[in-house]
């Protein structure tokens, strides 16, 4: 089956613009990640989901970062009054399980998010 | 706390030798899972291999071996006789269930392999 995929690869906007970033899963996975790569931070873990529920959103960096997730597939990321500092590439992983279970988490591709 | 620590920053390396690629991790977690994912230039991380903390045994997949000790908290990575497509950046990953029931992926810093031909 097809892995997982993200839109759009690459993502340029202006201070302040609101950005969406979307994630689909591999078929049938229920977790799903997103991680944040930046050059000064290496790999940050930002959320997860199990199912439309994520029981931990302490990774996001700041209220203006929100996520959901809708009928235990697609992801949507949302960042607010974007800032420059927000410039990094936004990773999104699934694995079947999550819950009490370490299962291997696949990536997309990736979003380049750049501000400007 | 996890923490990973993959000193070495950038390997250079000449096709056809071997290399390896050091990972030291930490946790306090009697139970933990260790990955390999090698990121080329093209942006996506590739899955390599996941190692559970019982698990001590080697193991060799074609080109590639890991090592994995836990006397020193160590997961190396070697590849054998090295290829120009085995350019890439590539992380040591560890992964406990935390008290809040669920995983997540503790990343190192990454060691960019660069092979010439």
């Known amino acids: 089956g097809a892995g997982v995929s993200q839109s759009p690869s690459n993502k340029v906007t202006e201070k302040g613009k609101d950005v969406e970033l979307r994630c689909d899963p591999i078929s049938g996975h229920t977790a799903l990640y997103w991680y944040r790569q930046s050059l000064g931070q290496g790999l940050e873990f930002l959320i997860y989901f199990q199912g439309n529920s994520a029981p931990d959103k302490s990774g996001l960096p700041s209220d203006r970062f929100s996520a959901e997730r809708t009928g235990g597939s697609v992801s949507t990321l949302t960042i607010q009054r974007t800032q420059q500092e927000d410039s990094a590439v936004y990773l999104c992983a699934s694995s079947l399980e999550g819950q009490g279970r370490t299962d291997t988490q696949y990536f997309g591709p990736g979003t380049r998010l750049t501000v400007l | ?117």
Do not use: H
């Open chain 2, 1 to 117: 706390a996890q923490k990973v620590t993959q000193a070495q920053t950038e390997i250079s390396v000449v096709e056809k030798e071997d290399v390896t690629l050091d990972c030291v991790y930490e946790t306090r977690d009697t139970t933990y899972y260790l990955f390999w994912y090698k990121q080329p230039p093209s942006g996506e991380l590739v899955f390599l291999i996941r190692r559970n903390s019982f698990d001590e045994q080697n193991e060799i997949s074609g080109r590639y071996s890991w090592n994995f000790q836990k006397s020193t908290s160590s997961f190396n990575f070697t590849i054998t006789a090295s290829q120009v497509v085995d350019s890439a950046v590539y992380f040591c990953a560890l992964s406990v269930v935390g008290y809040s029931g669920y995983s997540t992926l503790t990343f190192g810093k990454g060691t960019m392999l660069l092979v010439s031909p």
